[in-house]
T-cell receptor, first 114, second 113 residues
């Protein structure tokens, strides 16, 4: 299940089950989105991306869904494995007069139970 | 392995020290970024360099001074820091003016005593 509070939201799943991690983004003009995985003591690692002209993109064991109407992004991980345990961040690409940069969501900790 | 290299991996400094964090990439990316990340929080943007010129400064205190000496290097000079500046400092790079992945280094873990 998922818990939200003062700590980082955590999603606990059984090994072999599917995981769904959700993210709400802020800017309706954002044109590109990335899901990053961050393991303890490491930098964020690219998992999958999606452009705003798409609503679904699949990778190896991962799928990203984009709902622009409600500004919502989700990451689905099939057959979750212990190595998937990490913090997952969504990031939206924001452009303004000064350039472009990524703004990160609050993150979700995925805990895979044996 | 990441193609963005950050040194040092760990740094402990006093509030009166001057130190620098270094970042290097050889992917030909002309946009380079500094992010700050506190525990259990997402990365927060500090600075963006585009074609070696500072393009974004997210109202970062002057005790942090970025420098981009060439297209492969990015430095963050630190002076008179406070204990609350202790964090993981992440460098990242990407291709300018096109939609694409932001590549991150492994970060420099800074502790200010």
């Amino acid at each position: 299940g998922e818990s939200v509070g003062l700590h980082l939201p955590t999603l606990s799943v059984q090994e072999g089950d599917n995981s769904i991690i959700n993210c709400a983004y802020s800017n309706s003009a954002s044109d590109y989105f990335i899901w990053y995985k961050q393991e303890s003591g490491k930098g964020p690692q690219f998992i999958i991306d999606i452009r705003s002209n798409m609503d679904k993109r699949q990778g190896q064991r991962v799928t990203v869904l984009l709902n622009k109407t409600v500004k919502h992004l989700s990451l689905q991980i099939a057959a979750t494995q212990p190595g998937d345990s990490a913090v997952y961040f969504c990031a939206e690409n924001i452009r303004d007069n000064y350039g472009q940069n990524f703004v990160f969501g609050p993150g979700t900790r995925l805990s895979v139970l044996p | 392995d990441t193609e963005v290299t950050q040194t040092p991996k760990h740094l402990v400094m006093g509030m009166t020290n001057k130190k620098s964090l270094k970042c290097e990439q050889h992917m030909g990316h002309r946009a380079m970024y500094w992010y700050k990340q506190k525990a259990k929080k997402p990365p927060e943007l500090m600075f963006v360099y585009s074609y070696e010129k500072l393009s974004i400064n997210e109202s970062v205190p002057s005790r942090f001074s970025p420098e981009c000496p060439n297209s492969s290097l990015l430095n963050l000079h630190l002076h008179a820091l406070q204990p609350e500046d202790s964090a993981l400092y992440l460098c990242a790079s990407r291709v300018v003016d096109s939609v694409g992945e932001l590549f991150f280094g492994e970060g420099s873990r800074l502790t200010v005593l």
